[in-house]
């Protein structure tokens, strides 16, 4: 699979991850919030900042009761239509191009999901260079046509769909003009657990559809992002808000600016961590060498004495012959007189 660049930056094996921070509706219906949620995005290293463009009227209908409302007591948002979470959550169109501006200004890319037909042609218009395909939206494949007839880069979460319905999505896309392609594997649950996360498939989709694949993470923490990227992860998207305790309809699982900070700093690491399959002393490590156990004269010995196990030591540091060879020189004498701390070499035997 190619490695491909968005704004300054590669998406690849051979780049750190691309971390995006999902805004989401954490700006609380407030600009200056939003753009104070950039900045620290920016300042804690992330690679992308992600809106989410629809309007309640795009997503639903005004409807506050039977399918349209929430009532499921496990559900993060009960007791609210789904016209008025999105009413809430939704990002106004007109915010979109100075929180992009701030993101150009800050050199991190600022992108967005659409969520139909309007959301693109509007997205275009801004010269957004890349697309995210929401879990839910992931068998919309109109909306999949749509955003691949634009030409740029589409990462698509996974959430809920079967392979098959991957494979239909994945297809759909590449026949009408995406040629760079991100799946992240998602669990469409809000939080996540660990225990639910199964990135465990992350290579498998990377061999099914031949696209880099990355991670969307709602859980709490930084671990499963981290450990992702031990399984091929390039891209991981978390949501971001400047603190919890702020509210918003995504705070209950959106990293702080703290947090995001680890969050890129650990990815990295655990991305240079990978390096190559490799063994033996590399690098420094040659200098280590010499803090091996190695043979030694443990007593001071006569000429003609014999090697015993009170005179002859596996010890640090490794200057002397390897402790492989203690057995073959027990009973062995020495040629010469010999101090004790002398390594022990060829040259000390008859």
């Known amino acids: 699979m190619r490695e491909f660049t968005v704004g300054n930056y590669t998406i690849g094996h051979s780049a750190r991850p691309f971390i995006i921070a999902e805004m989401s509706g954490n ?174 498939t992350i290579p498998h989709l990377q061999q099914l559809f031949n696209c880099h694949v990355g991670l969307s993470d709602h859980t709490m923490g930084v671990g499963v992002s981290v450990a992702s990227v031990a399984l091929g992860a390039t891209v991981i998207e978390k949501h971001f808000t400047l603190r919890r305790a702020d509210g918003g309809v995504d ?20 991305w240079q961590g990978l390096g190559q399959i490799s063994y033996g002393p590399i690098g420094k490590e040659q200098a280590s060498l010499k803090h091996r156990r190695s043979l030694y004269v443990a007593q001071d010995m006569k000429q003609g004495d014999v090697f015993t196990s009170e005179s002859l030591r596996a010890i640090r540091p490794g200057f002397g012959l390897p402790p492989k060879h203690f057995e073959e020189l027990l009973g062995k004498p020495v040629k010469m007189d010999v101090k004790k701390g002398t390594a022990v070499t060829w040259d000390l035997l008859f």
């Not at 003009?177 to 799946?183: E, P, R």
């Not at 705070?251 to 890129?264: D, K």
Request: glycine content about 4%.
């Open 27 to 200: 700006h609380n219906q407030s600009l200056e919030r939003a753009l104070t949620i950039v900045d620290a995005a920016a300042k804690a290293g992330v690679q992308a900042l992600k809106l989410q463009t629809y309007t309640a009227e795009t997503m639903t209908l005004d409807i506050n009761d039977g399918d349209f409302f929430i009532d499921d007591p496990n559900n993060l948002w009960k007791g609210s239509s789904l016209y008025k979470l999105y009413q809430e959550a939704y990002t106004p169109w007109e915010w979109h191009k100075p929180i992009f501006d701030r993101c150009r200004d800050l050199g991190i890319v600022g992108f967005s999901t659409p969520f139909d037909a309007s959301a693109v042609d509007f997205l275009e218009t801004l010269d957004v260079p890349l697309y995210k395909i929401a879990s839910f939206e992931n068998t919309d494949l109109p909306l999949i046509r749509k955003v691949a007839s634009t030409g740029k880069p589409m990462i698509i979460s996974t959430g809920m769909a079967s392979i098959a319905e991957l494979d239909e999505t994945v297809r759909a896309a590449r026949e009408a003009g995406c040629k760079d392609i991100v799946l992240l594997k998602c669990t469409s649950s809000y939080p996540s657990t660990p225990q639910y996360s199964n990135i465990r």
């Open 251 to 270: 705070s209950t699982f959106s990293l702080e600016p703290e947090e995001m900070e680890a969050l890129v700093i650990e990815t990295e690491r655990g």
